[in-house]
């Protein structure tokens, strides 16, 4: 069973920075497409950017272009995302997810972390 851990969540203020860790428990990450999917109250899971395998092209969806940037270190066996200029509509619980797919589309996702929460104050 594929196992992935999110870290690297918690409460910063409007205008701040966070980087999310997302490490293979078990496998290896490199062999598969890596993307980072948030989840607020109320809203749909949204697709926010992905990272291919083993070009290691990425995809970012428009509202967190030119803030958030999706990087593999695979010696470490570990994705990142880190989010700068941080604002409070970014406040939900961040997942990663693994699939043989190069895509921001949760269904083509089988394998799933449990989820790291990020708070954006104003």
């Known amino acids: 069973q594929l196992q992935l851990e999110e870290s690297g969540g918690g409460s910063v203020q409007s205008g701040g920075s966070l980087r999310l860790s997302c490490a293979g428990l078990g496998f290896a990450l490199e062999a598969y497409a890596i993307g980072w999917f948030r989840q607020a109250p109320g809203k749909k899971r949204e697709g926010l950017a992905c990272i291919s395998s083993p070009d290691a092209s990425t995809y970012y969806t428009d509202s967190v272009k030119g803030r958030f940037t999706i990087s593999r270190e695979n010696v470490r066996n570990t994705v990142y995302l880190q989010m700068n200029n941080l604002k409070p509509e970014d406040t939900a619980v961040y997942y990663c997810?693994?699939?043989?797919?190069?895509?921001?589309?949760?269904?083509?996702?089988?394998?799933w972390g449990r989820g790291t929460q990020v708070t954006v104050s104003s």
């Open positions: 997810a693994a699939s043989q797919y190069y895509s921001t589309l949760s269904s083509r996702y089988d394998y």
